[in-house]
């Protein structure tokens, strides 16, 4: 923690006013007095960052897929699966037998990947896609995976990858939080908190399936007209003002006063951004809303490229519902439906906006499943295998990265633990997974804990 | 962390198992390297060495994987289990070449080295290796040295050394000022003035009871001319029971009180409340701090005259059950690993301010704590048995893993909270529990008999296969029997999950089986080390007393901490209230006093306080008089630019650094101020109506969410579900140990203020309190409403702008043909105008 009386070093008061500056200079006076008033304003531990290398992506969506998608079935193609069908053999124990997947698959795009029959739609994007088949992770239970997937530790308690992320950059937008999650739901809080950093990183947790403004806490006076509160807020910012002439220097109020102009400003813009009714039919429909079975995610993607648009840094969107221990092929064919249309809509829609150049894309469930069967047409938990795609800023598009053995139990090619696949995404974001550290309990401490190799060859 | 290694460790192990040859050639042959080779050595391969491979092949060749370890010359010419690694010159002949380009062993085994690097290793080989390394760097370096170690400050005793003398201007009033204004004086730092009497009333009623003063205190203090009326104050706010519960928080946030278990499986405590009271309890009863360690510690092995006094001493050990537990691990030994590091982690570093659970793996990177104190702490751990009602794997909590009172129906239990129809369901289902546990007893003992006779008849059977089998229980088969106590177990835990009163069970520890704790390499279980006698830190002067076979030596441990001659506990007790009531430690970083630690700013008056501290009686309300009482706690926050020039972070102590309340000492003060802050301690927590199973939204929690108006301190704090408003002002994360909160500033904090229905409501009730004496006028009635919210009294320009804003409400409201009570509403905006205000979050 930076000490708070460092904030008085230059206080951006003392400094507006030698430099006589409006408030544009603001943001200039956040970087300069960045390390210096840390602890005491919330609103300048936001501020942008320099990263520590040119970025390829800006921002990042983390679409969670909750409960473990089974990798042989989605993007880990197998054929050898499908040959041993009945065999002995499968992962997790013995006795079980090798269950081929029950779908078809069959290539697309220039690069030929493979995809299920139950993703047509996404398919057409192949060549976006860069394919993480040798993912693997440390424990086959949920809770853990979850919070390993999240924080990059599940003894601990660690800082979510969102706080991190604005830790490390700060955010563009200062309208709007910098760590969104329309996924609050999944999980317990610890994937979206701040831990041991301060409270200003930790996820501003969004219900993203309502459509009123009550979507975030406290965002709406139940009484007053926005007339009213501005009248009320003109009187605060007055006496709050008179009081700071009084402590000359005051960092700390000075923060005050600014949390409530921001405040002021989020009451207007995030029902705005989260008010999707200007979006055209046409879009609407691309995306699945309105349509039993896709509306959930859809919007949820939809209002994920609207805050990506809106320069917001981490936003994590999330279905659940993966974890098919029985009855896997009608399951699996509705979830790969919720987030088929969806998904394709949102990447069709970044790029044709120009933001999916820098904006990085990550989707996957916190481990994967076996090959082999459980309860006849089910897969059990697999945490040695599973599969993640990344696509936009700064990955190889159309590329299949690292590999399981035959059947898909283990990762055995290029494999990759969370702590690598954290320190690739940090790296996409300029950030050098190994410098960005906080000190807590005696250690600087990192995200990727004691491991994470980048995976140089998926870098576009 | 812990988590990484032994994952990379796992894939290590499979690959180093070749067998170990005999001899490594003569290292002596070759010739010295040049300053080139030298060089090119240190600027190429040695980098890669220390990246890549030191993770497993460094320090104790012992204990590195493969007995191979390259951080030595001597090492990287032996070789390993399987035999040397290089062969000078030959680098086709070189078994460690081989690994690294994966023909064969594969190292490093995480990731492929790149070709660059492959390249870079094979060419120093071709060139014989050169290797310009001498002596066994790595073990002296790891060894630490104690005799070295213990002159660092924090391990040296306190010590006295007299307060400087009187100075040419007489400012100092105490010891305490003499130590401040000599240290100030040198810095040429002039001082700030004394506090004015209201400021500095609000300032102190905040500090030691977390509520704002009255009007009434504010003018009895204000017109007090005597010499002694700030001693005066200073001894009735240490006398009220709010004392308790503003300082028994800051301690409850030091050892991660939490009402559940949290991690994966969030499963409530739900008598965790019994040791929040405690410690409240503690604070106002001054339990010299001392004794406040040993009963924490070890409060169940100690003598008690009385039920009352033996039940408060259990209850006080519930500082070692809180802490976060993760049920979903399914290995026993495991989870009570993990129990231990918590217990470890928090004896440590709440009492002597140092990061010991660092050395559950390795030896402490920076501070002479090895590894093998770590597991003599454990073992002493290992012997108690933690009672917190949770198990390893279980889905649900159950109350008879819990400790019982040895007084029941008192009032230290919470049944007067239910209802008697509650009571007697309750009391219905303990009938049944009790009597579906005498069923299980004797039908497990009818399977055990089965299987005995089964065994037996199956010898027999091999002997003499011609003897017929004896019907062995009238129960029917075996399979009856394992269905029947299938279906009792089921119902079992259904009666145990449901929500039942409070009994008269506590969280706590008492002494289990006593056993030291193997030394567990690398933290693994499954890499035994030998096994380590109970005991301390070693690097600590002060003499720890023998524990015989039969004792744990948890009680030898809580007294060996709160010893005088410890030179850790009283420094930094005392450095954690004077960062309490300066805003910044003497110590700086307050949970650690090691070397990664700053060093003190005053080091004798941080000894001074130690001292008297313990010399009498460790009073904590005494040391918190000795500083409240001192001229350097009354100056003003006055700023001056002269000063600040040269000592910005007010190190030294020119003026009174101002304070952000903390998050319970806002809500507390918005109650108090709308007159509606309920102060008497409610009964049990909110936690105990939670079925005993994992808490997840819905019902559950809409109950712990409920409005009340309690002190802040009796919220329920479940762990991932703080209640918001002390989330959004940056309360301590439960699971945490948080000697120092975060103070941030952003706009979810303005939001709750400006729109939260709590404040609207909070609000409206202060409107009420102002406008309902009868007599005021407008003007006395925005007096009064400052007088409450503020402690003053308004500038003639703040009143004016309020005039204004009242008039320009109410017009727009009536403009708007609002229909109501339109001053009501108006004044109503207005207080909450004052509670959102800077300066009333602030104390100055």
């Given at each position: 923690?930076?000490?708070?009386?460092?904030?008085?070093?230059?206080?951006?008061?003392?400094?507006?006013?030698?430099?006589?500056?409006?408030?544009?200079?603001?943001?200039?006076?956040?970087?300069?007095?960045?390390a210096?008033?840390?602890?005491?304003?919330?609103?300048?531990?936001?501020?942008?960052?320099?990263?520590?290398?040119?970025?390829?992506?800006?921002?990042?969506?983390?679409?969670?897929?909750a409960?473990?998608p089974?990798?042989?079935?989605?993007?880990?193609?197998?054929?050898?699966?499908?040959?041993?069908?009945?065999?002995?053999?499968?992962?997790?124990?013995?006795?079980?037998?090798?269950?081929?997947?029950?779908?078809?698959?069959?290539?697309?795009?220039?690069?030929?990947?493979?995809?299920?029959?139950?993703?047509?739609?996404?398919?057409?994007?192949a060549?976006?896609l860069?394919?993480?088949?040798?993912?693997?992770?440390?424990?086959?239970?949920?809770?853990?995976?979850?919070?390993?997937?999240?924080?990059?530790?599940f003894?601990?308690?660690?800082?979510?990858?969102?706080?991190?992320?604005?830790?490390?950059?700060?955010?563009?937008?200062?309208?709007?939080?910098?760590?969104?999650?329309?996924?609050?739901e999944?999980?317990?809080?610890?994937?979206?908190?701040?831990?041991?950093?301060?409270?200003?990183?930790?996820a501003?947790?969004?219900?993203?399936?309502?459509?009123?403004?009550?979507?975030?806490?406290n965002?709406?006076?139940?009484?007053?007209?926005?007339?009213?509160?501005?009248?009320?807020?003109?009187?605060?910012?007055?006496?709050?003002?008179e009081?700071?002439?009084?402590?000359?220097v005051?960092?700390g109020l000075?923060?005050?006063?600014?949390?409530?102009?921001?405040?002021?400003?989020?009451?207007?813009?995030?029902?705005?951004?989260?008010?999707?009714?200007?979006?055209?039919?046409?879009?609407?429909?691309?995306?699945?809303?309105?349509?039993?079975?896709?509306?959930?995610?859809?919007?949820?993607?939809?209002?994920?490229?609207?805050?990506?648009?809106?320069?917001?840094?981490?936003?994590?969107i999330?279905?659940?519902?993966?974890?098919?221990?029985?009855?896997l092929?009608?399951?699996?064919?509705?979830?790969?439906?919720?987030?088929?249309?969806?998904?394709?809509?949102?990447?069709?829609?970044?790029?044709?906006?120009g933001?999916?150049?820098?904006?990085?894309?990550v989707?996957?469930?916190?481990?994967?499943?076996?090959?082999?069967a459980?309860?006849k047409?089910?897969?059990?938990?697999?945490?040695?295998?599973?599969?993640?795609?990344?696509?936009g800023?700064?990955?190889k598009g159309?590329?299949?990265?690292?590999?399981?053995?035959?059947?898909?139990?283990?990762a055995?090619?290029?494999r990759?633990?969370?702590?690598?696949?954290?320190?690739?995404?940090?790296?996409?974001?300029?950030?050098?997974?190994?410098?960005?550290?906080?000190?807590?309990?005696?250690?600087?401490?990192?995200?990727?804990?004691?491991?994470?190799?980048?995976?140089?060859?998926?870098?576009? | 962390?812990?988590?990484?290694?032994?994952?990379?460790?796992?894939?290590t192990?499979?690959?180093?198992?070749?067998?170990?040859?005999?001899?490594?050639?003569?290292?002596?042959?070759e010739?010295?390297?040049t300053?080139?080779?030298?060089?090119?050595?240190e600027?190429?391969?040695?980098?890669i060495?220390v990246?890549?491979?030191?993770?497993?092949?460094?320090?104790?060749?012992?204990?590195?994987?493969?007995?191979?370890?390259?951080?030595?010359?001597?090492g990287?010419?032996?070789?390993?289990?399987?035999?040397?690694v290089?062969?000078?010159?030959?680098?086709?002949?070189?078994?460690?070449?081989?690994?690294?380009?994966?023909?064969?062993?594969?190292?490093?085994?995480?990731?492929?080295?790149?070709?660059?690097?492959?390249?870079?290793?094979?060419?120093?080989?071709?060139?014989?290796?050169?290797?310009?390394?001498?002596?066994?760097?790595?073990q002296?370096?790891?060894?630490?040295?104690?005799?070295?170690?213990?002159?660092?400050?924090?391990?040296?005793p306190?010590?006295r050394?007299?307060?400087?003398?009187?100075?040419?201007?007489?400012?100092?009033?105490?010891?305490?000022?003499?130590?401040?204004?000599?240290?100030?004086?040198?810095?040429?730092?002039?001082?700030?003035?004394d506090?004015?009497?209201?400021?500095?009333?609000?300032?102190?009623?905040?500090?030691l009871?977390?509520?704002?003063?009255?009007?009434?205190?504010?003018?009895?203090?204000?017109?007090?001319?005597?010499?002694?009326?700030?001693a005066?104050?200073?001894?009735?706010?240490?006398?009220?029971?709010?004392?308790?519960?503003?300082?028994?928080?800051?301690?409850?946030d030091?050892?991660?009180f939490?009402?559940?278990?949290?991690?994966?499986?969030?499963?409530?405590?739900?008598?965790?409340?019994?040791?929040?009271?405690?410690?409240?309890?503690?604070?106002?009863?001054?339990?010299?701090?001392?004794?406040?360690?040993?009963?924490?510690?070890?409060?169940?092995?100690?003598?008690?005259?009385?039920?009352?006094?033996?039940?408060?001493?259990?209850?006080?050990?519930?500082?070692?059950?809180?802490?976060?537990?993760?049920?979903?691990?399914?290995?026993?030994?495991?989870?009570?690993?993990?129990?231990?590091?918590?217990?470890?982690?928090?004896?440590?570093?709440?009492?002597?301010?140092?990061?010991?659970?660092?050395?559950?793996?390795?030896?402490?990177?920076?501070?002479?704590?090895?590894?093998?104190?770590?597991?003599?702490?454990?073992?002493?751990f290992?012997s108690?048995?933690?009672h917190?009602?949770?198990?390893?794997?279980?889905?649900?909590?159950?109350?008879?893993?819990?400790?019982?009172?040895?007084?029941?129906?008192?009032?230290?239990?919470?049944?007067?909270?239910?209802?008697?129809?509650?009571?007697a369901?309750?009391?219905?289902?303990?009938?049944?529990?009790?009597?579906?546990?005498?069923?299980?007893?004797?039908?497990?003992?009818?399977?055990?008999?089965?299987?005995?006779?089964?065994r037996?008849?199956?010898?027999?059977?091999?002997?003499?296969?011609?003897?017929?089998?004896q019907?062995?229980?009238?129960?029917?088969?075996?399979?009856?029997?394992?269905?029947?106590?299938?279906?009792?177990?089921?119902?079992?835990?259904?009666?145990?999950g449901?929500?039942?009163?409070?009994?008269?069970?506590?969280m706590?520890?008492?002494?289990g089986?006593?056993?030291?704790?193997?030394?567990?390499?690398?933290?693994?279980?499954?890499?035994?080390?030998?096994?380590?006698?109970?005991?301390?830190?070693?690097?600590?002067?002060?003499?720890f007393?023998?524990?015989?076979?039969?004792?744990?030596?948890?009680?030898?441990?809580?007294?060996?901490?709160a010893?005088?001659?410890?030179?850790?506990?009283?420094?930094?007790?005392?450095?954690?209230?004077?960062?309490?009531?300066?805003?910044?430690?003497?110590?700086?970083?307050?949970?650690?006093?090691?070397?990664?630690?700053?060093?003190?700013?005053?080091?004798?008056?941080?000894?001074?306080?130690?001292?008297?501290?313990?010399?009498?009686?460790?009073?904590?309300?005494?040391?918190?008089?000795?500083?409240v009482?001192?001229?350097?706690?009354?100056?003003s926050?006055?700023?001056?630019?002269a000063?600040?020039?040269?000592?910005?972070?007010?190190h030294?102590?020119?003026?009174?650094?101002?304070?952000?309340?903390?998050?319970e000492?806002?809500?507390?003060?918005?109650?108090?101020?709308?007159?509606?802050?309920?102060?008497?301690?409610?009964?049990?927590?909110?936690?105990?109506?939670?079925?005993?199973?994992?808490?997840?939204?819905?019902?559950?929690?809409?109950?712990?969410?409920?409005?009340?108006?309690?002190?802040?301190?009796?919220?329920?704090?479940?762990?991932?579900?703080?209640?918001?408003?002390?989330a959004?002002?940056?309360a301590?994360?439960?699971?945490?140990?948080?000697?120092?909160?975060?103070?941030?500033?952003?706009?979810?904090?303005?939001?709750?203020?400006?729109?939260?229905?709590?404040?609207?409501?909070?609000?409206?009730?202060?409107?009420?309190?102002?406008?309902?004496p009868?007599?005021?006028?407008?003007?006395?009635?925005?007096?009064?409403?400052?007088?409450?919210?503020?402690?003053?009294?308004?500038?003639?320009?703040?009143?004016?702008e309020?005039?204004?804003?009242?008039?320009?409400?109410?017009?727009?409201?009536?403009?708007?043909?609002t229909?109501g009570?339109?001053?009501?509403?108006?004044?109503?905006?207005?207080?909450?105008?004052?509670?959102?205000?800077?300066e009333?979050?602030?104390?100055?």
């Amino acid at each position: 923690m930076f000490p708070n009386r460092l904030g008085d070093l230059f206080s951006r008061r003392e400094m507006l006013k030698s430099a006589s500056c409006g408030f544009g200079f603001l943001a200039l006076a956040d970087m300069l007095t960045r390390a210096a008033t840390a602890a005491d304003s919330g609103n300048n531990l936001l501020a942008p960052k320099a990263p520590h290398f040119t970025p390829k992506a800006k921002r990042v969506i983390f679409m969670f897929m909750a409960g473990a998608p089974s990798h042989v079935d989605t993007f880990d193609y197998k054929p050898q699966l499908a040959i041993d069908d009945g065999k002995e053999g499968g992962g997790r124990g013995k006795g079980r037998k090798l269950m081929k997947s029950p779908f078809q698959f069959s290539q697309h795009g220039q690069s030929g990947l493979w995809f299920p029959e139950t993703l047509p739609n996404l398919a057409r994007h192949a060549d976006e896609l860069c394919l993480l088949n040798g993912m693997h992770t440390d424990l086959p239970a949920h809770g853990n995976a979850t919070l390993m997937m999240h924080t990059g530790n599940f003894r601990f308690v660690r800082p979510s990858m969102g706080a991190w992320t604005l830790y490390g950059l700060g955010t563009d937008n200062t309208e709007l939080p910098g760590f969104i999650t329309l996924n609050g739901e999944r999980g317990s809080a610890q994937n979206y908190a701040s831990a041991f950093l301060p409270a200003a990183y930790q996820a501003t947790s969004i219900q993203g399936t309502e459509r009123n403004k009550s979507a975030v806490a406290n965002i709406e006076n139940p009484k007053l007209s926005e007339s009213l509160q501005r009248r009320q807020l003109d009187l605060l910012a007055s006496l709050n003002r008179e009081r700071l002439e009084k402590d000359v220097v005051n960092p700390g109020l000075e923060g005050v006063i600014e949390s409530y102009e921001l405040a002021f400003k989020m009451e207007g813009a995030l029902p705005q951004i989260m008010d999707i009714s200007g979006e055209t039919e046409a879009t609407q429909k691309a995306y699945g809303i309105g349509i039993k079975g896709t509306a959930n995610f859809g919007r949820q993607c939809l209002l994920a490229r609207r805050f990506a648009e809106a320069g917001v840094r981490f936003i994590e969107i999330g279905v659940g519902g993966w974890d098919q221990h029985r009855d896997l092929k009608a399951k699996l064919t509705t979830n790969c439906h919720s987030i088929d249309k969806p998904i394709a809509a949102l990447l069709t829609d970044l790029k044709e906006r120009g933001l999916l150049q820098d904006t990085l894309l990550v989707w996957g469930g916190e481990f994967g499943r076996t090959p082999g069967a459980q309860n006849k047409d089910g897969r059990d938990h697999n945490a040695t295998g599973f599969s993640m795609w990344m696509a936009g800023g700064g990955v190889k598009g159309g590329l299949r990265y690292g590999a399981t053995d035959e059947h898909g139990v283990s990762a055995v090619e290029k494999r990759m633990h969370i702590n690598d696949l954290h320190a690739t995404m940090l790296h996409l974001l300029g950030i050098d997974h190994e410098r960005l550290t906080y000190q807590y309990g005696g250690r600087a401490i990192r995200l990727t804990d004691l491991g994470g190799v980048v995976a140089k060859d998926i870098l576009a | 962390m812990r988590t990484r290694i032994i994952a990379s460790l796992l894939f290590t192990a499979t690959c180093i198992t070749l067998p170990r040859i005999q001899a490594a050639p003569p290292a002596g042959s070759e010739k010295p390297p040049t300053r080139e080779e030298s060089e090119y050595f240190e600027k190429k391969i040695r980098p890669i060495l220390v990246k890549n491979c030191y993770e497993c092949h460094s320090g104790d060749v012992q204990k590195a994987k493969g007995h191979f370890v390259l951080d030595t010359r001597e090492g990287l010419r032996a070789g390993g289990d399987s035999g040397p690694v290089i062969v000078p010159g030959q680098p086709d002949d070189s078994p460690l070449i081989e690994a690294i380009k994966y023909e064969g062993l594969e190292m490093p085994p995480k990731e492929k080295l790149s070709d660059e690097l492959i390249q870079e290793l094979t060419r120093w080989v071709e060139m014989g290796a050169p290797d310009p390394r001498v002596g066994k760097a790595a073990q002296v370096k790891n060894k630490i040295d104690l005799a070295e170690a213990r002159k660092f400050w924090a391990f040296q005793p306190p010590h006295r050394s007299p307060p400087p003398a009187s100075q040419a201007t007489v400012w100092a009033r105490t010891d305490l000022d003499r130590y401040i204004q000599s240290a100030r004086d040198k810095k040429g730092l002039a001082v700030a003035p004394d506090a004015d009497r209201q400021t500095l009333l609000r300032r102190i009623t905040f500090d030691l009871t977390g509520l704002p003063p009255t009007p009434e205190e504010v003018d009895q203090f204000v017109n007090d001319t005597s010499d002694n009326a700030l001693a005066t104050v200073v001894d009735r706010l240490l006398a009220s029971p709010r004392f308790g519960e503003k300082w028994g928080r800051h301690w409850l946030d030091v050892v991660r009180f939490g009402e559940s278990t949290g991690k994966e499986r969030n499963i409530p405590f739900r008598y965790a409340w019994r040791y929040r009271n405690y410690v409240i309890d503690a604070l106002n009863a001054d339990l010299p701090f001392d004794q406040f360690i040993v009963e924490q510690l070890a409060g169940d092995l100690l003598p008690a005259d009385t039920d009352a006094e033996r039940d408060r001493h259990l209850i006080a050990t519930g500082f070692l059950a809180v802490g976060t537990k993760g049920v979903n691990i399914k290995d026993g030994d495991q989870f009570r690993y993990e129990v231990i590091d918590d217990q470890i982690d928090v004896t440590s570093r709440a009492f002597l301010g140092l990061t010991v659970a660092c050395a559950r793996c390795h030896d402490h990177k920076f501070d002479p704590i090895p590894i093998s104190d770590y597991y003599a702490l454990a073992g002493i751990f290992r012997s108690t048995d933690t009672h917190s009602g949770v198990k390893p794997g279980a889905k649900s909590a159950t109350d008879r893993a819990l400790l019982k009172l040895v007084q029941t129906g008192s009032t230290t239990t919470a049944t007067s909270r239910k209802t008697t129809k509650e009571l007697a369901g309750h009391a219905e289902r303990q009938k049944e529990i009790e009597e579906i546990n005498a069923k299980l007893t004797a039908l497990r003992q009818q399977q055990r008999d089965m299987r005995k006779v089964a065994r037996q008849q199956n010898n027999k059977k091999k002997k003499k296969p011609q003897v017929p089998a004896q019907p062995v229980a009238d129960n029917g088969s075996a399979n009856d029997l394992r269905k029947q106590v299938k279906e009792l177990e089921d119902r079992l835990e259904k009666l145990e999950g449901a929500a039942t009163p409070a009994g008269d069970f506590v969280m706590g520890v008492s002494d289990g089986k006593i056993q030291n704790s193997p030394l567990l390499n690398r933290g693994e279980l499954k890499d035994k080390g030998e096994e380590v006698p109970r005991g301390v830190l070693t690097v600590l002067h002060n003499s720890f007393g023998k524990i015989t076979p039969k004792q744990s030596g948890r009680l030898e441990l809580a007294h060996w901490i709160a010893s005088p001659d410890n030179p850790l506990t009283a420094r930094v007790f005392v450095n954690r209230v004077w960062q309490h009531l300066f805003g910044e430690g003497l110590v700086a970083s307050i949970d650690n006093f090691g070397a990664l630690g700053e060093e003190p700013t005053h080091p004798e008056l941080l000894d001074a306080l130690a001292l008297q501290f313990m010399n009498e009686g460790w009073s904590v309300k005494n040391v918190i008089r000795t500083i409240v009482l001192s001229r350097t706690y009354q100056m003003s926050s006055q700023h001056s630019a002269a000063d600040f020039a040269i000592d910005p972070e007010n190190h030294y102590y020119w003026r009174k650094e101002r304070r952000r309340l903390e998050a319970e000492e806002i809500r507390d003060a918005v109650l108090a101020v709308a007159g509606a802050l309920e102060t008497d301690r409610p009964e049990g927590s909110p936690v105990l109506d939670l079925p005993n199973n994992q808490i997840k939204g819905g019902k559950g929690l809409g109950d712990l969410r409920k409005a009340t108006n309690v002190r802040s301190v009796y919220l329920p704090i479940v762990r991932g579900n703080v209640p918001e408003m002390l989330a959004v002002f940056d309360a301590a994360d439960p699971s945490l140990i948080i000697g120092k909160r975060d103070v941030t500033t952003v706009p979810t904090q303005a939001l709750y203020l400006l729109n939260n229905s709590f404040m609207m409501k909070q609000a409206e009730q202060l409107a009420q309190r102002v406008l309902k004496p009868s007599g005021l006028n407008l003007e006395a009635r925005i007096d009064l409403s400052y007088r409450l919210v503020l402690g003053r009294l308004p500038s003639p320009h703040e009143k004016s702008e309020v005039f204004q804003f009242l008039n320009d409400y109410q017009q727009s409201l009536e403009a708007a043909g609002t229909k109501g009570n339109l001053q009501l509403a108006t004044w109503a905006s207005f207080c909450q105008t004052l509670l959102a205000s800077g300066e009333f979050r602030y104390v100055y």
